[in-house]
């Protein structure tokens, strides 16, 4: 590309943008469009999603000549250990029972933290165990299997 | 519409709120929202997201007593950790810190917490009076909107919204476009044809606005919380001697109904936080003061009106959504969410339909604000030593109540990887200077919107026209256009000038 990007934020931003819009407008394609008068499934999305795009197209015009300030850092390793113990969560949940799947929850989630201690993590566990079981298993009734199902 | 009277409301209201169930809903709501207040890197938002899956099994009423109450809860108890420790729990507490504090230093924090207590107290006695008096005419004149008005009208709500928040309007206009698009997920009401749901049999009801919050608001929030370093000063000094002098007293009854009156006024206007309240009250007294070098060295009048300006916008703010369902800010989007999980399509109509459940939230709002006067004042103590907890054991603590919640929705982990991907959404999002607010606005009203238009466009014969020829709806458009372009201007200008000083 031979136009210098200037302001990183507004490329990005505006390359979502522009992504999801034509994704979404693209996805719409499959459903009838019907008429102003009869709006179909796919009237109102194709609408909204092709401005979405335009206007995602703008921020990347913009991007081009108006600067901007650079992205700040993305701290990776919190980004990976939070959003993998929320997965983990989930794919644990129905197999093991919900305290295995809090206590892998704790354990990697803290681990994306600054400091990790052992000891402090397993006291912690301990403590959120006892709360969600007392809560959500006893207070609230959820149909919850508390260990993996024999 | 027959008007059963004010007075034979407020009896309903007193009758509803006054329940046992719905006394202690407002009072877990209050001292929720009180904690997460003085919790720094916990905000309303993540909170009331959490809560939304608990509240189904309540029933309408309670739960949005407790979600309310964990609202203004929420703005009370940042005030506590402002004056304290320097800490705003709530970001519209920044402004009291400037003046709290300082009192605090000098011995003072007693009387400091005192005027808070007094004037948020009044602020929010005034508020919900407001609410009171307001509510009902204007719920009666939204009730005569057709299709057309409905219309622009949650457009007018929209461009407001992304007009008054901060940052680049481009970018702002696109989340909320990105969030109606959202909100198209699942089986179209019109046509019962499934959109967007890459044939997941699970998102044919369409994506919760719970994923979408918790992520956003909760799980996007950790990480970046994450990034930021740890640090806590330790805080040992005590309260003694709450009561506030007669010079304090006499010198902050004035702001505290200057305050009253500015909040309750950016209350009402959409995507204002009260921050902008708070800081509003906070200039004006400096301008009005005989002393106005004094601000920041700890003048009672710094803490008064700030902390009235920002409990009557947290009151005031409720009116958009209550009276017209248009949510003017995230919170209320997410109250709104809470209306129809309930199965309670928000609007004007909820007034004469469910006149308990209405009359029954705003009564409750003023023993909230009563609750929180008295829960405060004497528990400091307590909020203090919480303060001490490291967020190295609140985070996990928050993403195991957030999925725990999202699972429970379906009870299917399907919701637990939604909030995932909306907090991944979020985070990427947030580093490139795009608030999450205006999408969740978008994902709450694009809905609604659709269907107006398509209602508006039956009528009309397909003419979209109708929307500029029917008054109503003409001025609201008229005035969402001309915010727009007053936003606009001033900032082409600038970038002319910009322009014109680089060449």
């Not at chain 1, 999801?20 to 909204?48: K, Q, W």
């Not at chain 1, 400091?115 to 006291?123: K, L, M, N, T, Y």
């Not at chain 2, 057709?146 to 949650?154: D, I, Q, R, T, Y």
């Not at chain 2, 999202?406 to 982990?413: G, V």
Request: neutral net charge; hydrophobic residues 55%.
């Amino acid at each position: 590309m031979t136009a210098h990007i200037r302001s990183p934020k507004d490329f990005w931003s505006g390359l979502i943008f522009a992504g999801l819009g034509v994704a979404f407008v693209a996805t719409a394609r499959n459903y009838p469009l019907g008429s102003a008068l009869r709006m179909g499934p796919a009237y109102f999305p194709t609408l909204v999603g092709g401005l979405l795009t335009m206007l995602g197209l703008v921020l990347i015009g913009r991007s081009a000549f108006v600067a901007g300030e650079p992205i700040a850092r993305i701290g990776l390793r919190a980004l990976i250990l939070v959003l993998g113990a929320l997965v983990l969560f989930g794919y644990l949940l129905e197999i093991t029972g919900l305290i295995p799947a809090i206590a892998a929850l704790v354990f990697v989630s803290a681990a994306g933290g600054h400091e990790f201690e052992f000891r402090e993590v397993s006291i912690l566990t301990v403590v959120l165990v006892v709360m969600a079981v007392g809560i959500f298993y006893y207070g609230l009734g959820m149909p919850l299997d508390l260990g993996p199902r024999l | 519409m027959s008007d059963p009277g004010l007075f034979h409301n407020l009896i309903l209201g007193f009758s509803v709120a006054l329940t046992p169930m719905n006394l202690l809903y407002c009072f877990i709501g209050c001292l929720l929202g009180t904690l997460i207040g003085v919790l720094p890197g916990l905000g309303p938002f993540a909170t009331i997201a959490m809560l939304l899956p608990i509240t189904f099994n309540l029933g309408p009423t309670s739960a949005l007593i407790m979600l309310a109450g964990i609202y203004y809860g929420a703005q009370y108890g940042g005030s506590t950790t402002s004056i304290l420790v320097n800490l705003p729990g709530e970001s519209s507490a920044v402004v009291t810190c400037l003046d709290g504090y300082q009192m605090a230093r000098q011995g003072r924090a007693g009387p400091a917490l005192a005027i808070a207590a007094i004037g948020s107290f009044f602020a929010g006695t005034v508020g919900t009076l407001m609410i009171v008096l307001f509510a009902p005419p204007l719920a009666a004149i939204a009730l005569k909107f057709g299709a057309p008005e409905n219309f622009s009208l949650m457009l007018m709500g929209l461009v407001m919204a992304v007009v008054l928040a901060h940052g680049s309007i481009v970018k702002a206009i696109c989340m909320v476009l990105l969030g109606i698009l959202f909100g198209s997920v699942g089986t179209d009401v019109d046509s019962g044809m499934e959109r967007f749901t890459m044939g997941l049999p699970e998102l044919a009801d369409g994506i919760s606005i719970v994923g979408v919050a918790l992520g956003m608001f909760g799980i996007a929030e950790i990480i970046t919380n994450l990034e930021l370093k740890e640090k806590r000063e330790i805080f040992t000094s005590k309260v003694k001697g709450l009561m506030p002098s007669r010079e304090d007293l006499k010198r902050s009854w004035a702001p505290i109904l200057r305050g009253t009156g500015l909040g309750a006024v950016f209350g009402l206007l959409p995507g204002t936080h009260s921050i902008i309240a708070s800081f509003t009250a906070y200039t004006v007294e400096k301008k009005l003061s005989k002393h106005p070098e004094k601000f920041g060295t700890g003048m009672i009048e710094g803490v008064a009106a700030p902390e009235s300006a920002n409990n009557a916008a947290a009151q005031t703010y409720f009116i958009p959504m209550l009276t017209l369902g248009i949510p003017t800010g995230a919170v209320m989007a997410l109250m709104l969410g809470a209306l129809m999980i309930q199965g309670i399509t928000p609007g004007p109509q909820v007034m004469t339909s469910k006149p308990d459940l209405f009359w029954g939230l705003i009564v409750s709002m003023w023993f909230g604000n009563l609750m929180l006067v008295i829960l405060n004042l004497p528990l400091i103590g307590i909020w203090i030593k919480l303060l001490t907890i490291p967020y190295r054991f609140l985070f996990p603590a928050i993403l195991m109540f957030c999925c725990i919640g999202s699972y429970s929705l379906n009870n299917a982990p399907i919701d637990v990887y939604m909030a995932g991907l909306f907090g991944l959404l979020g985070y990427v999002l947030a580093k490139l200077d795009c608030e999450p607010a205006p999408l969740l606005l978008g994902f709450v009203l694009g809905p609604m919107m659709e269907e107006n238009l398509r209602r508006t466009l039956v009528i009309s014969r397909g003419d979209p026209s109708v929307l500029i020829t029917r008054p109503i709806s003409a001025a609201f458009l008229l005035i969402a256009a001309a915010a727009l372009l007053l936003i606009i201007a001033p900032a082409m200008r600038a970038r002319r000038e910009q322009a014109f000083a680089e060449g």
